[in-house]
Nanobody, 120 residues
């Protein structure tokens, strides 16, 4: 059973930085795309960033220029570097993996989520 475990969340002031890590229990990141989603209470979970099997990356417009997704296959870990954080970035962040990660319904693996809170 593959497990994804997020770490690195917490409380930070606006303008600060955090790096989220997603560690997999097996070597799945070399054969699956990986994404970071986030969810604010009462709202739908939204895609934030993704990295393909080949290493191509994408981030949504709201975090472009501030967030970077990267992957270390040797460590079975995917990272989300978040700079210049804003209060509106406050959410629970989820790691997701699968052959298709752009749509939640096709995601194969989910992490348990980690809280990121940005104070103004």
């Amino acid at each position: 059973q593959v497990q994804l475990m997020e770490s690195g969340g917490g409380l930070v002031q606006a303008g600060g930085s955090l790096t989220l890590s997603c560690a997999a229990s097996g070597s799945i990141f070399s054969t699956n795309a990986v994404a970071w989603y986030r969810q604010v209470s009462g709202k739908q979970r939204e895609l934030v960033a993704g990295i393909s099997i080949g290493g191509n990356t994408n981030v949504v417009d709201s975090v472009k220029g501030r967030f970077t997704i990267s992957r270390d296959n040797s460590e079975n870990t995917v990272y989300l570097q978040m700079n210049h954080l804003k209060p509106e970035d406050t959410a629970v962040y989820y790691c997701a993996a699968g052959k298709i990660i752009s749509t939640m319904g096709f995601v194969s693996y989910w992490g348990q989520g980690i809280q990121v809170t940005v104070s103004s």
